[in-house]
T-cell receptor, first 114, second 112 residues
């Protein structure tokens, strides 16, 4: 069965610290997508990144970076020099290619204090 | 930019009322989804649709129905609202090519 595990329920950091959010997934599919979404206090889920299972290159976008490792079935998300505006719940998700559905992790709440 | 809109940000209804939650997307996406989100339970899929007039049950369809008469619009219906349907409801749309889903702002429904 497909599954996404975000073991960190809540993380608190002080502004300017680096923080890594962990995501481990399980799937038997050979082709799949992995995603990260951000949910700020306003409630809307904001799409951050999609990664194809065939592309293991790490990606950097400003202060955000993603480390995809197929060997460990992990897709971790690092925020460098965190800011208060990064405070949100972050969800990792895995695609079910047969149904177009997403399997979400339970989310990690990140609190960045000034 | 993809735009998904939901008819209300906040809604308060009485037990037994019929409730309509509307969702509209402007990207010509085939797929649309309704989720509810509750503390400690994460995101749970209620219903989804691959095309006009089509609907598929998600993980928790009981007490809900849906309607998709036009490609851009996907409605969630609570036939007889109950207090245990108090929740945050999130709509999303997407394509089957990449499975990326784009979410609306959500509707916080309170049933009294």
């Amino acid at each position: 069965a497909q599954k996404v595990t975000q073991a960190q329920t809540e993380i608190s950091v002080v502004e300017k610290e680096d923080v890594t959010l962990d995501c481990v997934y399980e799937t038997r599919d050979t082709t799949y997508y992995l995603f990260w979404y951000k949910q700020p206090p306003s409630g809307e889920l904001v799409f951050l990144i999609r990664r194809n299972s065939f592309d293991e290159q790490n990606e950097i976008s400003g202060r955000y970076s993603w480390n995809f490792q197929k060997s460990t079935s992990s897709f971790n998300f690092t925020i460098t020099a965190s800011q208060v505006v990064d405070s949100a719940v972050y969800f990792c998700a895995l695609s079910d290619r047969n149904t177009d559905k997403l399997i979400f992790g339970t989310g990690t709440r990140l609190q960045v204090f000034p | 930019d993809v735009k998904v809109t939901q008819s209300s940000r906040y809604l308060v209804k009485r037990t037994g009322e019929k409730v309509f939650l509307e969702c509209v997307q402007d990207m010509d996406h085939e797929n649309m989804f309704w989720y509810r989100q509750d503390p400690g339970l994460g995101l749970r899929l209620i219903y989804f649709s691959y095309d006009v007039k089509m609907k598929e049950k998600g993980d928790i369809p009981e007490g809900y129905s849906v309607s998709r008469e036009k490609k851009e619009r996907f409605s969630l219906i609570l036939e007889s609202a109950s207090t245990n349907q108090t929740s945050m409801y999130l709509c999303a749309s997407g394509t089957g090519e990449t499975d990326t889903q784009y979410f609306g702002p959500g509707t916080r429904l309170t049933v009294l």
